[in-house]
């Protein structure tokens, strides 16, 4: 409709003013005014002289004569205003309601884009920060497919290194042989205890030694019990066979304790890579590299690249002890994914915005390495979120568990419903699986609705909030919609296209939602041109909106009229449609009662 217009415009002026037009600048009629797209006049007085009310008032009358589906306009100072008729709406909801999938794009693009995300240590369970990290990279993998993208979704497992040695340390020292099984712990949270008895062990020995009269530094660097876990990290990369054997066992546990997380959360993965598979990855591309003199050595044998031109500083990518960085690493690691998947165009990483210098460098020495898939790599980048008792710290074990929270959330849940009345019908099983997917919606929505750079103050009771711009709020209006269609009680696939054939006016707030719902493809694509879930979020939400007052303005069940009330019912299990497609790309269940 946008293409027809812009050639009409052209048309008209060329007609009107024997000027052939550029470009023509055409915006959505702004809510106070009536209309519903708007062609901007001002431009054209450059190519088109006179008063601007008089040129809009022409070309509105050009177009009302010329155009079948304009039918009416008005023009305030600069901006014509065109109305399309009912007619219009009528015909591009019969196409909506054509297609199956209507917004969902088919697998249609040349190669394929990799998502990373999650990435956790093997040494604690998954907390506040990986829930946020999770729910941006499995929604944004879930939109780029849905724009008609292959998606591959990964994660690496940071799987090795000196914080795992200290719970492996603490463990041995503390442990006396407990188990999950024995101890009916989580694997990750068993291993995530350790982990902060390693660092109470240490601080009592660090505060020994300063009473020794050693200074502090020297007692951190001193400590038997870090000394120790260097050590168990030395004998891992010999291949000790006894502290690998341990190595093996206590990943093995957070392993099967992240993939109960990981289904609760509702987040998946294709391909798991491991640091402990990777770790050496890269040091042939430095050689690589440092022969083409994309890189270049110090005195000390050190390894080098110089991106002061492109505004950043020296980075080191190998020691001189000839061992690597992470940067050798990362680079690796990028390199082996396309060997492994040679069909990949572009990457995406979901790290926290700390990496933001750290990404940068990786994706220029990636280009300049040469690699045509580094044009197309992103670092998705967030803020924290905090909770409104303060931030978290793993060490000393005051970290928010992403498990206790999904706990608490449906319990939130289920207070706040049983306040309201809610769920009063319901049996006990159906309340217990509806506060889960309450609370989990209610969690989801609240993260990903805000612009990922954002940092994030998390309140709980205010996610689950049943009014406002809440997860809640949005399933709610579509367990109602289910409602009405459980109520209308009618074959939808033989009425499609009698009842809208019969329907000749549409009231203001049926053209309202049929306009938000023709939105509903570009949305989706803005949002994976943007790797922007909010975009997502935030639309579903203002459909909702429209829809609520749709269902308080018009009478939907109570139309006497059959061809009507069948439009009517149809329309609304089309936004339903939209709000559960919506939601599938945000990770978000929509249940059919509530």
């Not at 297609?99 to 907390?127: C, D, Q, W």
């Not at 876990?229 to 054997?245: H, I, P, S, T, Y």
């Not at 023709?518 to 429209?546: H, T």
Request: with cysteine; net charge negative; hydrophobic share 40%.
């Amino acid at each position: 409709m946008e293409q027809q217009l812009v050639s009409k415009v052209k048309e008209a002026v060329k007609e009107l003013y024997e000027v052939d037009l550029p470009s023509v600048e055409l915006q959505p009629t702004r809510k106070d005014f009536e209309g519903d797209i708007t062609l901007v006049i001002f431009p054209m007085l450059r190519f088109v002289k006179g008063n601007p009310e008089k040129i809009g008032t022409a070309i509105g009358d050009y177009l009302l004569d010329k155009v079948a589906e304009v039918s009416g306009f008005n023009v305030i100072k600069g901006f014509l205003n065109l109305t399309f008729s009912d007619a219009y709406y009528l015909r591009e909801f019969n196409t909506i309601l054509g297609e199956e999938n209507f917004g969902i794009a088919e697998e249609k693009r040349e190669g394929a884009v990799m998502v990373e995300y999650s990435s956790p240590n093997t040494n604690k369970p998954l907390h506040l920060g990986h829930i946020r990290n999770n729910l941006l990279g499995y929604s944004v993998a879930e939109i780029l497919k849905a724009s008609g993208n292959k998606v591959y979704k990964t994660q690496i497992i940071n799987d090795r290194g000196i914080h795992i040695c200290k719970s492996m340390l603490a463990w041995k020292r503390f442990g006396k042989g407990e188990t999950p099984e024995s101890t009916g712990l989580k694997g990750d949270k068993l291993v995530g205890n350790y982990y902060v008895a390693f660092d109470k062990a240490y601080k009592k020995e660090i505060e020994q030694l300063v009473s020794e009269g050693k200074s502090r530094e020297e007692a951190e660097q001193k400590a038997p019990i870090l000394l120790e876990a260097q050590e168990m990290l030395r004998q891992w990369e010999a291949g000790n066979q006894d502290v690998v054997d341990l190595w093996k066992t206590m990943n093995s546990w957070v392993y099967k304790g992240f993939e109960e997380t990981y289904a609760n959360l509702g987040v998946d993965f294709d391909q798991l890579y491991y640091e402990s598979d990777t770790y050496l990855l890269g040091k042939d591309v430095v050689e690589d590299g440092l022969n083409r003199g994309v890189f270049f050595k110090k005195e000390d044998g050190s390894v080098w690249i110089d991106l002061t031109d492109e505004g950043l500083d020296e980075k080191i990518v190998l020691r001189s002890d000839g061992t690597a960085v992470y940067m050798t690493q990362d680079i690796g690691t990028a390199i082996q994914r396309v060997k492994d998947f040679p069909d990949i165009t572009g990457m995406v990483y979901t790290v926290g915005n700390e990496q933001d210098y750290h990404f940068k460098v990786l994706f220029l020495i990636l280009k300049k390495l040469g690699y045509n898939w580094a044009d197309h790599l992103y670092h998705l980048s967030y803020g924290m979120v905090d909770l409104p008792s303060g931030k978290m710290k793993s060490r000393e074990g005051t970290v928010v568990d992403a498990d206790d929270l999904i706990r608490d959330m449906a319990q939130t849940a289920e207070s706040i419903s049983e306040e309201l009345g809610k769920l009063d019908a319901y049996s006990e099983n159906e309340k217990q699986e509806l506060y889960g997917i309450i609370g989990l919606g209610a969690l989801k929505y609240y993260i990903l609705k805000v612009d990922p750079k954002k940092r994030i103050l998390f309140n709980p009771e205010e996610s689950v909030d049943f009014q406002g711009n809440t997860g809640p709020f949005i399933q709610y209006t579509y367990a109602r919609i289910q409602s009405i269609l459980r109520k209308a009680n009618f074959d939808q696939s033989n009425t499609i296209n009698s009842s809208t054939k019969t329907v000749e006016e549409l009231h203001p707030k049926e053209k309202e939602l049929i306009k938000l719902l023709q939105l509903f493809p570009g949305v989706v694509q803005a949002a994976a041109e943007q790797f922007s879930p909010a975009l997502i979020a935030n639309y579903v939400y203002d459909l909702v909106k429209e829809f609520n007052s749709f269902y308080q303005q018009v009478s939907i069940l109570g139309e006497e009229e059959e061809a009507v009330r069948e439009f009517k019912v149809l329309l609304s299990s089309e936004v339903a449609g939209v709000i559960k497609r919506g939601f599938a790309l945000l990770g978000i269940q929509v249940p059919d009662r509530m």
